[in-house]
């Protein structure tokens, strides 16, 4: 899930194992034009690799955005 809060703040929840990985990620594919709040939940298992989640978190930030509500 995405919120985007104009005019520069992004606020992303996901079950990644490295969030503050997906955060310094985002704040780079965006240009540093963002400022990026990650927030990670509980993974469970390490059954298969939730660490690079980026991409689709990155369509949820600019979903967010273009609707002007919460993406997720």
């Known amino acids: 899930m995405a919120v985007f809060e104009p005019p520069n703040r992004a606020t992303i929840w996901g079950t990644s194992q490295a969030p503050y990985l997906d955060k310094v990620t985002l704040y780079h594919v965006f240009n540093r034009q963002f400022e990026i709040r990650s927030i990670g939940d509980h993974v469970g298992g390490g059954f298969g ?13 600019i979903l967010a955005r273009a609707t002007g509500s919460r993406c997720g």
Not at 49 to 61: H, L, N, P
Request: proline share 0%; with cysteine; charged share 10%.
């Open 49 to 61: 690799t939730k660490v690079m989640c980026w991409q689709v978190q990155s369509y949820a930030i």
